[in-house]
């Protein structure tokens, strides 16, 4: 079968390499990303989408030893699918043939999707939990795939909240495509909006980890009364109280990693699901945390 012929390929993309039945493109604001781009109307194509046919593809990178997960791709035309851990088996020259299946799961639930009768794009719960986490950074933001581990999110996931971020503005990008916040909108965002975007979810009574008042550090201000505090339903938890459902399931953990993170989303707990004077005294706390 002869090999796929890539032309007018849109800047910065680059080309890694063709096969039989695509070509593997790259964006340098994605170094750890790929995309596979299908030809139209190669014999074996339904084969070859399922895994069950034999697809050839080489990879012209040098020392490019894997390529991981997937990644955007915008601007491409024709785009299908991307890629999810390609096997590398060394070929002729020092080159890798890559044998290379459909990503169809992670990708279709992890961009920045749009319903074709309502192409208005919505904010997610995890995109605040990823703005939280970005305005901790002093330096320049990690990976996707280091603040998806951190978050428990998929590096796919943890790229898609940063895209829908920057599309609201609460976030930008740099020269090299690394994220940052916007931290005057997002402290807007945070004291008059997203509580009303991501109102509280409370439940029964359930073995957790304390949030809103009953945390740090407004457990250092509030006395608690003789009701059950608010907490994080999750397994390992020590407290027992009022279920206070996280804005992604895997809050809990995340806080566990990074305290200080935990601090910023108990204090935005406080802010949707709190007493007035609760309210009062996250919000200058936020304040003080999220200043430009």
């Known amino acids: 079968m002869r090999r796929i012929d890539c032309q007018l390929l849109p800047q910065p993309w680059r080309q890694l390499g063709c096969g039989n039945y695509a ?14 781009v299908y030809g139209p109307e190669r014999p074996g194509l339904e084969q070859e989408a399922l895994g069950t046919g034999l697809s050839w593809s ?37 080159r890798r043939a890559l044998y290379l299946l459909f990503a169809n799961a992670e990708w279709s639930g992890a961009t920045v999707s ?15 939990v990823v703005l939280l986490r970005l305005a901790l950074e002093q330096g320049p933001a990690p990976t996707y795939a280091a603040l998806g581990a951190e978050l428990g999110l998929t590096a796919s996931e943890a790229h898609a909240a940063v895209e829908r971020a920057v599309a609201a503005r609460l976030a930008i990008k740099d020269g090299a495509g690394k994220p940052s916040v916007v931290r005057a909108a997002l402290k807007a965002f945070v004291q008059h909006g997203a509580r009303y975007c991501f ?25 608690p009364g003789s009701d059950p505090p608010p907490v994080w339903p999750w397994k390992k938890g020590t407290a027992r109280g009022f279920a206070f459902h996280p804005l992604y399931p895997s809050v809990p953990e995340a806080a566990e990693r990074n305290p200080a993170l935990g601090e910023l989303l108990a204090l935005f707990d ?18 003080e945390r999220l200043q430009p």
Not at 205 to 221: C, D, H, W
């Open 23 to 36: 070509a593997v493109l790259h964006h340098p604001h994605q170094p750890s990303l790929a995309a596979k």
């Open 58 to 94: 080489v990879e012209h990178a040098h020392d490019r030893s894997t390529v991981n997960t997937a990644g955007p791709a915008a601007g491409l035309p024709n785009s299908r699918r991307l890629l999810r851990q390609p096997e590398a088996a060394q070929g002729q020259t020092g």
């Open 114 to 128: 749009r319903s074709p009768s309502n192409p208005q794009l919505v904010l997610r719960p995890q995109d605040l």
């Open 199 to 223: 109102p509280a979810t409370q439940g029964a009574l359930s073995r957790g980890v304390p949030t809103g008042y009953a945390a740090s550090p407004l457990n250092e201000q509030i006395r």
């Open 270 to 287: 406080a802010v949707r699901g709190g007493s007035a004077r609760e309210q009062a005294l996250a919000l200058a706390l936020l304040e």
